[in-house]
């Protein structure tokens, strides 16, 4: 009994076997003949307009360099949100991180202007209304209290158009940092064609 048990067990094995082997030479059968089509598409020279070796070589230098211009223009690019952040928290940062100096300046020259003279005009306001509810007779409550209103008003004017200015600085910024972006891969490139050494993997060339 023992003995039927041990061969219906070895040949139960062996099919097992035969099938995974089987198996196992249709799956490399299958691999190797993509293999074979990637390299012969790949091995084809002509599809990608290489003619000769020099065609070739120039590819090659060419994809060099534009992967190390996208590594510097990845390195160099700036983020709206984060410059928009920026112009929120001081005006004129986010514009002076894209290089726009001279609109930084002057958004920032304004934004301080208004803040400036909404604080002016806040605390003389106040300082009026102060004396107004110390005053004791008639003539001085209305004097102080009259002239605590037209500050009070000037103030509110004011520190409104400078919340609108700080708006648009930030949304500007936004701007500015799309187009620094727009310009900034020209620029590498240029810079790049403008250089007197240039290191390839296969060449070296030298600009007089």
């Not at 139960?12 to 089509?37: H, K």
């Not at 891969?185 to 790049?192: A, E």
Request: hydrophobic share 40%.
């Amino acid at each position: 009994m023992c003995h039927i048990i041990i061969k219906s067990l070895l040949s139960r094995t062996s099919f097992c076997l035969i099938l995974l082997i089987l198996t196992l030479n249709i799956f490399q059968g299958i691999l190797l003949e993509a293999s074979q089509v990637s390299t012969s598409n790949f091995a084809d020279p002509y599809k990608y307009g290489w003619i000769d070796e020099s065609t070739r070589l120039n590819a090659r230098d060419d994809f060099f360099l534009r992967t190390m211009l996208l590594e510097d223009y990845y390195n160099q690019k700036q983020s709206p949100f984060s410059n928009a952040l920026k112009s929120a928290i001081a005006p004129g940062w986010g514009h002076f991180s894209v290089e726009s100096y001279t609109k930084g300046q002057i958004l920032l020259g304004i934004q301080l202007s208004l803040l400036g003279s909404g604080i002016y005009f806040r605390e003389k306001a106040n300082i009026q209304y102060n004396k107004y509810e110390e005053a004791t007779q008639i003539e001085d409550i209305n004097r102080y209290y009259n002239n605590a209103i037209t500050p009070h008003r000037q103030s509110n004017f004011l520190l409104s158009i400078f919340f609108v200015v700080w708006a648009y600085t930030i949304y500007d910024t936004v701007l500015e940092t799309n187009d620094y972006n727009d310009s900034l891969w020209n620029n590498i490139y240029l810079n790049r064609r403008n250089m007197s050494i240039s290191i390839y993997p296969t060449s070296i060339q030298v600009k007089f």
